[in-house]
């Protein structure tokens, strides 16, 4: 698929069929992540891939947004293991795990895959369920899966500012 039509046909999707994802299909999925730029190279980031029932049981009980996704991807990142920006103020650790995940929602598009970004938790619960060290931090859950029949776009999904109310030339 060419890039703009990935980024063209790409939504969040809200509602997944029970079919299951390919295995060779999640691994392109992670392999994008896996090729993300980080800051100094650090690959700080760490992916849960939730797909047994009890696995996603921990995800339906911090969140009620898998919409009965076969798979979630948890996007974590070590803060022991970042690049401390000038200043002092910002780490590399959520740009990083940011980029991992763009990454990869894409390349489920490619795969034919639907996908929804999902930040609507807890991030100390979700370490806390997962069972993750102190320094992990948890950035977003990834629903992984094939829409439901007929699951779409929201009405709005189209919907954008012109360039001239979001970019400015200096």
Same mark, same amino acid.
């Given at each position: 698929?060419?890039?703009?039509?990935?980024?063209?046909?790409?939504?969040?999707?809200?509602?997944?069929?029970?079919?299951?994802?390919?295995? /060779?299909?999640?691994?392109?999925?992670?392999?994008?992540?896996? *090729? @993300?730029?980080?800051?100094?190279? #650090?690959?700080?980031?760490? %992916?849960?891939?939730?797909?047994?029932?009890?696995?996603?049981?921990?995800?339906?009980?911090?969140?009620?947004?898998?919409?009965?996704?076969?798979?979630?991807?948890?996007?974590?990142?070590?803060?022991?293991?970042?690049?401390?920006?000038?200043?002092?103020?910002?780490?590399?650790?959520? /740009?990083?795990?940011?980029?991992?995940?763009?990454?990869?929602? *894409? @390349?489920?598009?490619?795969?034919? #895959?639907?996908?929804?970004? %999902?930040?609507?938790?807890?991030?100390?619960?979700a370490?806390?369920?997962?069972?993750?060290?102190?320094?992990?931090?948890?950035?977003?859950?990834?629903?992984?899966?094939?829409?439901?029949?007929?699951?779409?776009?929201?009405?709005?999904?189209?919907?954008?500012?012109?360039?001239s109310?979001?970019v400015?030339?200096?």
């Open positions: 698929m060419e890039f703009k039509d990935v980024i063209t046909k790409r939504y969040s999707c809200k509602k997944y069929s029970d079919v299951p994802v390919e295995p /060779e299909k999640l691994t392109a999925v992670l392999e994008a992540g896996r *090729l @993300a730029p980080t800051a100094k190279n #650090l690959q700080e980031h760490h %992916i849960y891939v939730l797909q047994t029932e009890e696995a996603l049981a921990k995800a339906d009980a911090i969140t009620p947004c898998r919409y009965g996704a076969p798979v979630v991807l948890a996007v974590t990142w070590d803060s022991t293991n970042v690049f401390t920006y000038p200043g002092g103020k910002r780490d590399s650790g959520a /740009e990083d795990a940011s980029i991992i995940a763009t990454h990869m929602i *894409l @390349a489920a598009c490619d795969e034919g #895959l639907d996908s929804c970004w %999902i930040n609507f938790f807890d991030p100390d619960k370490r806390e369920i997962l069972g993750l060290k102190e320094q992990e931090e948890v950035l977003m859950f990834m629903d992984l899966g094939y829409a439901a029949e007929a699951t779409g776009p929201l009405a709005n999904h189209g919907s954008r500012k012109p360039l109310e979001t400015t030339y200096m």
